[in-house]
Structure formats: C-alpha cells, structure tokens
T-cell receptor, first 115, second 111 residues
Framework: DGGITQSPKYLFRKEGQNVTLSCEQN?????MYWYRQDPGQGLRLIYY???????QKGDIAEGYSVSREKKESFPLTVTSAQKNPTAFYLC??????????????FGPGTRLTVL | QKEVEQDPGPLSVPEGAIVSLNCTYS??????FMWYRQYSRKGPELLMY????GNKEDGRFTAQVDKSSKYISLFIRDSQPSDSATYLC???????????FGKGTMLLVSP
C-alpha cells in the first residue's frame, strides 16, 4: 500500500520538552511538507523540503525544526521555544516542484497536546 | 485582504440536496486549484484538481474555476450524510509546490 504514515497519532508533552513527530512516505515523492491546523485557522505551512538534505521555512517556522536525511522521511521537532504547540500536525508529500500535476497528499495527522 | 476567503459555515442541507461550496481569492496568478475533504480528526483527502479556468466533473462532484472573477466552486449532487465533512479549497502558482489554503467550510448533510 502506497501512502503517508504519521506517528504517533496522539502525543502529550510537558512544557519545556522537545518532541519529534514522525512522517514517512513510500510514494517516491521528492517533496514533503509539514502543516499545523488549529480550529478555525485552516492549514498553515511550517516547513517544506523539495529534495533530500534541503528544506525551507514556511509561514510559521519559529519554534520548529526539521531534517531531511532520507527521501522517505521528514521528521518535525517541536521545540520548547514554540509557545503554543497544542495543535493537529499534518504531513504531506507531492511528486515535486516543476511538475504539472504536483498535488499534495496528506497523512492521517498527529494531535499534540501540551500539558 | 486575505489571499483566500472561504465561508466557515456550517452549511446544513438535507440528504439529496445539491451543495455549492465556494472560495474567492485575490492573487490572479494562481493557476492550479484543489478541493480537499477532511473528516473530523483525519488528514485531508484530495477530491478535485483543476488547472486554470473551466469545469471538471468526477462522479457527484463538479469543480468550477472562474479566473476572471477569482472564484472557485465545488458542487456536490445528491448529497449524502457521508459527505458531512470540512471542505478546504487550495491553490498554487505555476512552478511552485506550496499551497495557499482557505480555512474550510463545514458541511452537514442530514438524513
């Protein structure tokens, strides 16, 4: 089955802790993305990567970090510097920039709650 | 002015109704337009993908783009309770991969 997996589904964090959210895809996509979704706010782009070992900040990158060491994997770390991290986090992938039909496909999401 | 405007709803309709969901946008350079369906606590699922102006039909769903008015629509015919979800519009520029999303419209279809 081709698709995008995110783990864990639910994550609880104490204030001051860093946590890492996992995102894996087996679609052979070049590009991967992280979004944050808050009630009534739609999807906001945190980071994206067009190719291995390269990534760019999105609209709300402060307090987050990413790595892209493998094509299939794009983990997101929510650091203690992120002041309001409780949200639903979505990972997506697409075939890559410059392609005509570069639609994004989403994973099931991780719900992060800060206690 | 926000780049993409979408009425948050909720939009409540009876089963079998024709549903019209809409987005307006301000950047006339957008060329690719998408509609995603998102069930509660799930990831968005791509429903329709269109390029430039015109209509695209897939089963009960029709996507319509009017670039002159900077207005896109999704029509759902013979709506079902299983269509109850939040519908997100998204769009992007040619040569770019990042999307700009609307905030989503919640649709409720009652049996």
């Amino acid at each position: 089955d081709g698709g995008i997996t995110q783990s864990p589904k639910y994550l609880f964090r104490k204030e001051g802790q860093n946590v890492t959210l996992s995102c894996e895809q087996n679609l052979n996509h070049d590009a991967m993305y992280w979004y944050r979704q808050d009630p009534g706010q739609g999807l906001r782009l945190i980071y994206y990567s067009q190719i291995v070992n390269d990534f760019q900040k999105g609209d709300i990158a402060e307090g987050y970090s990413v790595s892209r060491e493998k094509k299939e994997s794009f983990p997101l770390t929510v650091t203690s510097a992120q002041k309001n991290p409780t949200a639903f986090y979505l990972c997506a992938s697409s075939i890559g920039e410059g392609r005509a039909y570069n639609e994004q496909f989403f994973g099931p999401g991780t719900r992060l709650t800060v206690l | 002015q926000k780049e993409v405007e979408q009425d948050p709803g909720p939009l409540s309709v009876p089963e079998g109704a024709i549903v019209s969901l809409n987005c307006t946008y301000s950047n006339s350079a957008f060329q690719y337009f998408m509609w995603y369906r998102q069930y509660s606590r799930k990831g968005p699922e791509l429903l329709m993908y269109t390029y430039s102006s015109g209509n695209k039909e897939d089963g009960r769903f029709t996507a319509q783009v009017d670039k002159s008015s900077k207005y896109i629509s999704l029509f759902i015919r013979d709506s079902q309770p299983s269509d109850s979800a939040t519908y997100l519009c998204a769009m992007r520029l040619t040569g770019y991969s990042t999307l700009t999303f609307g905030k989503g419209t919640m649709l409720l279809v009652s049996p």
